[in-house]
């Protein structure tokens, strides 16, 4: 049996959460059917955004990428 002493110390320090397939879906379809521009920040980027990304062109919505977020030109869609 291994014996074990944990002293209390204060812990200091950033840590990030790794990006959301499923927040970048639902990110990526509120800013494409809103109105004006939207800033989505450290995106998950793959296949599957990438098809959801092609969809909501079709919708009226541009996208400007750069390394670490993507800026949406939202469509303004209005359900009827």
Not at 4 to 26: C, E, M, N, V
């Amino acid at each position: 049996m291994m014996k074990l002493l944990i002293y209390p110390s204060l812990l200091q320090g950033h840590i990030s959460a790794p990006p959301s397939k499923s927040f970048t879906h639902r990110a990526l379809i509120c800013a494409a059917l809103s109105s004006g521009k939207s800033v989505i920040h450290q995106p998950l980027l793959c296949t599957d955004t990438d098809e959801t990304i092609s969809c909501l062109k079709k919708v009226g919505a541009s996208f400007t990428f750069y390394e670490d977020k993507i800026i949406v030109s939202g469509s303004g869609l209005k359900p009827d």
